[in-house]
C-alpha cells in the first residue's frame, strides 16, 4: 500500500493567529465596559416600547389629499429615517381606511418619545429671500416697518404676529412655496417676511451633519445641491448680495420656521450650503436624516404616546433561550460521543463564536441600536447548525486523508485545504440568503436575517482563525497523533484498521 506522508508547506502560524485573537475579545471586552454596553438591547416582543399615532392633519378644503399613495409613501420616509437612526425592529404600518387612515409607530426601549416626535416632522426644507425682519418681545407691534411690493393684509399678519406664543412656533410645513409669507424663528424671538421659495428641499441630493472646531464647535448641516438646485440657489445668492439689509439675507425655512437668516456676502455658485442655528450634536444629525429622505407628502397631528408591553414577554424569551442551549447542548454532545477528543475542540470552537457574537450584540446595540427579537434568537440558533457543518466538514476531511495513508500532521494541512472551499461555499450561500432577506423583508424577518448573517460570519472568523489554528497544535500532541482511543483519530475512528485474512 502506498502512502503520501511528504510534509505539506503552510506559511500558517497556529499560536500568532490564536493570540491574535485572544486580543480580539480582550479589546472587545474592553471596549463594552469603556463604551457602557453592558446588557444586550431587547426589542419590542420582548421589552415592550413607545408607540405614537399620527394623524394627517386636513386642512378645509384639503381632504382629497389625504390619498393611500400618500401615506404608504409617508410611511416608507419614516421607516427609512427610524432606520437611519439606528433604531432596530421599530414598527412602522398604516391602519385604519380613506381619510381616516392614519399611521402607528412602535418604538423598542424608554427612548422612543424622541424618535417619534423626529419622524413626524413634514421636514419641507425652503429657501426665502428676507424681505423684512424685527424682533418680537410678546406684543404686536404696531410700528414694524412695512416690507415693499407685499400685500396690506401680510405687512398687518406681520405686524400681528407674537412669536412667544406657543401656537406660532409649532411650524406647519403647509406653506405655499409660491407665496410670501410671516414667520417667526425657531427660537421665538424674531419674526419676518419672506418672498416665495426659491430653491427647495427636494433640490437637495445629500444632507450631512458637521461640527465647527473652528468656531467652538458648533453644528451644523450641510447640503448638496442637486443640479437644478445649484443653479436655483447660485441665482438666488448672486440676487441679494449687494441689496441692503435685511434683503441681503435668505432664510432657511423649515416646516415653517425660520431656522437661520445667514446674510449673503457673495455668490455661491459651488451648489453647497449650511445650515446653522445652535444646534447640539443629536439635533444637528436628526435633521440631516429627515432631509436626506425628503419631506412628508402630509403634514400630521401627534396623538397620544404610550408605552406598550412586550408581545410576547418573559416566558417567551425564556423558552427561546432554553431551544438554544438544548440544540447547542445536542451539537456538543454529538461532537463529544463522535469525535471523541477532537469534540473538544468544537466545544472550544463554540464558546469562542458565542462570546464574539455576545459581545457584537453588545456593542453593535450601543453604536447602531441593535436590539434582539425572538426572530433574532432562532437567526442565531440556526446558524449554530451552519457553524456545526463547518466543523464536521472538516473533521471528515481530516479522517478521509488519514485513510488514505497520510499522517495527521499532514491530513491536517491537506484536508484543510480541501475543506475550506466547501466550509466557504456553504456559508456565503447563508451570507448571501441573510443579505436578501435583510434588504427585501421587513419587520421581525430582518432580525431573523441580521443575526443569521452575523453568526455566519463568526463561524468564518472562528473557523479560520480558531479552530484550524487549534487543530495544527494539537496534530503535533502525542495523545491525537499516535491515535489514541479517545482521541477521535483512532484507527476504529478512522477505519484503518488491519483487514485479517482468514486461513
Known amino acids: 500500500m502506498s502512502t503520501t506522508n511528504k510534509p505539506v508547506k503552510t506559511t500558517a502560524r497556529p499560536a500568532r493567529s490564536l493570540a491574535i485573537l485572544g486580543l480580539v475579545l480582550i479589546a472587545m471586552t474592553g471596549l463594552v465596559f469603556v463604551q457602557g454596553a453592558t446588557a444586550v438591547r431587547l426589542g419590542l416582543d420582548l421589552r415592550g416600547g413607545t408607540s405614537v399615532t399620527l394623524q394627517p392633519r386636513i386642512a378645509p378644503g384639503e381632504s382629497g389629499k389625504v390619498t393611500n399613495e400618500a401615506i404608504d409613501q409617508a410611511v416608507s420616509i419614516i421607516r427609512q429615517r427610524v432606520n437611519s437612526l439606528g433604531v432596530a425592529e421599530s414598527e412602522v404600518a398604516a391602519q385604519g381606511s380613506g381619510t381616516n387612515r392614519q399611521i402607528v409607530i412602535s418604538v423598542p426601549g424608554d427612548t422612543g418619545r424622541r424618535v417619534v416626535e423626529l419622524v413626524g416632522q413634514t421636514a419641507e426644507l425652503r429657501f426665502r429671500q428676507v424681505l423684512a425682519s424685527a424682533i418680537s418681545n410678546g406684543t404686536a407691534d404696531k410700528t414694524a416697518t412695512p416690507a415693499a411690493g407685499v400685500s396690506a393684509a401680510l405687512n398687518a399678519k406681520f405686524a400681528a404676529l407674537d412669536c412667544t406664543k406657543l401656537a406660532n412656533l409649532q411650524g406647519t410645513g403647509t406653506d405655499s412655496p409660491t407665496e410670501a ?76 420656521l425660520v431656522v437661520s437668516s445667514p446674510r449673503i456676502n457673495e455668490p ?9 442655528g445652535s444646534f447640539s450634536q443629536v439635533e444637528a444629525q436628526d435633521l440631516a436624516n429627515v432631509l436626506k429622505y425628503g419631506a412628508l407628502p402630509l403634514a400630521f397631528d401627534r396623538g397620544e404616546v404610550q408605552q406598550i408591553s412586550p408581545t410576547l414577554g418573559a416566558d417567551q424569551l ?8 438544548l440544540g447547542l447542548g445536542l451539537v456538543l454532545l454529538y461532537s463529544l460521543l463522535y469525535y471523541r477528543g477532537l469534540g473538544l475542540v468544537t466545544v472550544g470552537s463554540l464558546v469562542v463564536a458565542g462570546s464574539l457574537v455576545y459581545l457584537l450584540f453588545l456593542l453593535l446595540g450601543k453604536w447602531i441600536g441593535f436590539t434582539l427579537t425572538l426572530a433574532g434568537i432562532a437567526g442565531a440558533i440556526v446558524a449554530i447548525g451552519v457553524t456545526a457543518d463547518s466543523f ?24 484543510w485545504q480541501r475543506a475550506r472551499h466547501t466550509i466557504l461555499v456553504a456559508d456565503f450561500v447563508s451570507i448571501i440568503a441573510a443579505v436578501l432577506l435583510y434588504f427585501f423583508a421587513v419587520g421581525g424577518v430582518r432580525g431573523f436575517a441580521f443575526t443569521l448573517g452575523l453568526t455566519t460570519l463568526v463561524d468564518l472568523i472562528v473557523v479560520f482563525v480558531f479552530t484550524k489554528p487549534l487543530v495544527t497544535i494539537l496534530s503535533r500532541v502525542n495523545f491525537y497523533s499516535s491515535g489514541h482511543r479517545y482521541s477521535g483519530l483512532s484507527a476504529k475512528s478512522t477505519g484503518t484498521l488491519p483487514v485479517v485474512k482468514e486461513a
Open 181 to 256: 409669507i410671516a414667520v417667526c424663528d425657531r427660537a421665538g424671538t424674531t419674526k419676518y417676511i419672506l418672498a416665495p421659495a426659491e430653491v427647495l428641499g427636494r433640490q437637495i441630493s445629500k444632507a450631512s451633519a458637521g461640527i465647527d472646531t473652528q468656531g467652538g464647535s458648533a453644528w451644523y448641516v450641510s447640503l448638496t445641491f442637486n443640479g437644478e438646485g445649484t443653479k436655483a440657489f447660485g441665482a438666488l445668492t448672486t440676487r441679494v448680495t449687494s441689496l441692503p439689509e435685511p434683503t441681503n439675507q435668505v432664510a432657511i425655512v423649515l416646516d415653517g
Open 392 to 415: 464536521i466538514i472538516y473533521f471528515e476531511r481530516i479522517r478521509d486523508e488519514i485513510r488514505e495513508g497520510r499522517t495527521l500532521r499532514t491530513a491536517v494541512e491537506t484536508g
Open 268 to 276: 455661491i455658485p459651488s451648489g453647497n450650503a449650511q445650515i446653522t
Open 318 to 325: 425564556n423558552a427561546g433561550l432554553i431551544a438554544g442551549a
